[in-house]
């Protein structure tokens, strides 16, 4: 069985659901957060949109370190322009799976801090980990849109925002 088609299909479902999610978000909620130590609606969509994006890093780089590129999040104004990100990181995902080959998933990637280590896993494993970071923190993005009194659109089935029973 080669592993590419599934990663691709996978890609496209959780991005479709994605899609769908980030829609939800109204431009005048940015700033909104349910907690202090939380993520805002912005900066939480960001990463949603960015998180695509790491299966190209994963597959292009042996790793990456903190210390020496700290995380900047791609700067966004409005909800238009976080979907174009969403799109140019799916774009960017698909587009290196394509390219690559089963051989290319088995190379060990390093994600540091400096000297310390926070995670060592293969290619393979960096698009997986990329794909469930994805569900988290669309459940997470869940969580603020229903605090927030926003409907729910169905991730893996209907949400209770779309049936009636």
Same mark, same amino acid.
Request: charged letters at 25%.
């Given at each position: 069985?080669?592993?590419?088609?599934? !990663? =691709?299909?996978? @890609? /496209?479902?959780?991005?479709?659901?994605?899609?769908?999610? &980030?829609?939800?978000?109204?431009? *005048?909620?940015?700033?909104?957060?349910?907690?202090?130590?939380?993520?805002?609606?912005?900066?939480?969509?960001?990463?949603?949109?960015?998180?695509?994006?790491?299966?190209?890093?994963?597959?292009?780089?042996?790793?990456?370190?903190f210390a020496a590129s700290p995380y900047?999040?791609?700067?966004?104004?409005?909800?238009?322009? !976080? =979907?174009?990100? @969403? /799109?140019?990181?799916?774009?960017?995902?698909?587009?290196? &799976?394509?390219?690559?080959?089963? *051989?290319?998933?088995?190379?060990?990637?390093?994600?540091?801090?400096?000297?310390?280590?926070?995670?060592?896993?293969?290619?393979?494993?960096?698009?997986?980990?990329?794909?469930?970071?994805?569900?988290?923190?669309?459940?997470?993005?869940?969580?603020?849109?229903?605090?927030?009194?926003?409907?729910?659109?169905?991730?893996?089935?209907?949400?209770?925002? /779309?049936?009636?029973?």
């Open positions: 069985m080669e592993i590419i088609p599934l !990663l =691709l299909k996978e @890609l /496209e479902m959780e991005t479709l659901i994605t899609r769908k999610m &980030l829609d939800r978000i109204p431009d *005048e909620n940015w700033a909104w957060k349910p907690h202090e130590k939380s993520m805002n609606l912005k900066q939480l969509g960001v990463h949603l949109a960015e998180l695509p994006s790491w299966v190209a890093m994963g597959l292009h780089s042996d790793g990456i370190d900047q999040p791609t700067p966004i104004n409005n909800k238009k322009e !976080l =979907l174009q990100l @969403l /799109e140019q990181s799916f774009e960017s995902a698909k587009s290196s &799976l394509e390219k690559a080959t089963e *051989e290319d998933l088995l190379p060990s990637w390093t994600m540091r801090h400096g000297d310390q280590i926070l995670m060592k896993m293969n290619k393979y494993e960096v698009i997986r980990h990329s794909f469930s970071q994805t569900t988290h923190h669309r459940a997470q993005l869940g969580v603020y849109l229903r605090l927030l009194n926003i409907a729910i659109p169905g991730s893996y089935g209907p949400s209770a925002d /779309e049936i009636n029973f």
